[in-house]
């Protein structure tokens, strides 16, 4: 591989079409390979969890030996300022670095895995709010509930990982590195969050009855000439 950009952009398409592309000395065993990962039959692949970007993969699959990257453990991939780098403190990063430099093609794949999986992640999570509204059209407040949510849902940070199989897109809970949601995550969430929502509303508006209805007592209780 001399130039993965040239391989893996026929077009400027970088997509299954383009990792065909670069396995065209061998398409039929390309074809079967996709055809198992994408069913899981082989055990690279979680069904749940299909690759993200094949031609990713691929490429990181056919590159990292020869940098001496050693994978697993996988690879965990940031996106920065100057560029993708992998996590903090893993001893990788400057032959991976490396990588891209000689390989420009590979950051602009790791750029386009980012940016479908977070136009994927907006579009599951707007879908699972239109349903979710569909059916709670009254009650309390749904504009300021839905603006707190997705306030809430921004996601906290993104990683791209390759585990040398197959490469994902996970993002962090806080604590833990996830899959991206998807729409069912969100309409879990949502139910989550609005029934919280809800309870806190209606305690709100107990607490401030209760408060007038002792001012209202407490006036009427006064003497007359007070």
């Not at 603006?147 to 921004?154: A, D, G, H, S, V």
Request: charged residues 25%; glycine residues 8%; hydrophobic residues 35%.
């Amino acid at each position: 591989m001399q130039n993965i950009s040239n391989q893996f952009f026929i077009n400027n398409t970088a997509a299954p079409t383009a990792a065909k592309a670069y396995a065209n000395n061998n398409d039929i065993g390309f074809a079967q390979m996709m055809i198992a990962r994408n069913t899981g039959v082989d055990g690279l692949v979680n069904p749940m969890r299909p690759d993200v970007s094949p031609a990713l993969t691929m490429a990181l699959g056919g590159l990292v030996g020869a940098y001496g990257i050693n994978v697993p453990p996988k690879l965990r991939i940031f996106s920065t300022k100057k560029g993708f780098k992998l996590e903090e403190g893993d001893e990788r990063n400057s032959k991976f670095e490396m990588l891209l430099n000689d390989h420009t093609g590979v950051s602009d794949l790791l750029a386009q895995a980012q940016t479908q999986a977070l136009a994927s992640r907006e579009e599951a999570m707007q879908s699972a709010i239109e349903t979710f509204t569909q059916g709670n059209s009254s009650g309390y407040d749904m504009k300021g509930f839905l603006t707190e949510f997705r306030e809430q849902e921004k996601p906290r940070a993104i990683s791209i990982v390759y585990d040398g199989n197959s490469t994902q897109v996970e993002e962090s809970d806080g604590k833990n590195w996830r899959p991206i949601k998807n729409e069912s995550d969100f309409m879990a969430d949502l139910v989550k969050a609005y029934t919280r929502y809800s309870l806190t509303q209606a305690a709100t508006e107990a607490h401030e009855a209760k408060g007038k209805t002792k001012t209202k007592n407490s006036l009427t209780s006064l003497p007359i000439d007070k």
